[in-house]
């Protein structure tokens, strides 16, 4: 089984992505809206894949990739 997280500024989006992964015998572990929670999450929860999108509102999820390398948080 895998453990995802998922990183998207629209809950619809996550709800929908939650649904056809769990049913598809995945885990999602933890979710979030923006990159702050998610830094925080992915260094408690250690997911094996990160399902990011690249346009968070304002921001970049191109900015929390980097910021994961930076703190080699290994997702």
Not at 27 to 33: D, T
């Amino acid at each position: 089984m895998t453990r995802l997280y998922l990183v998207d500024d629209h809950a619809i989006v996550r709800d929908g992505l939650r649904e056809v992964l769990e049913a598809a015998g995945h885990q999602v572990i933890g979710e979030a809206a923006g990159p702050t929670p998610a830094l925080a999450d992915l260094q408690r929860l250690t997911p094996d894949v990160l399902l990011l999108d690249l346009q968070l509102g304002q921001r970049s999820g191109l900015e929390l990739l980097a910021e994961i390398q930076r703190r080699a948080l290994a997702v």
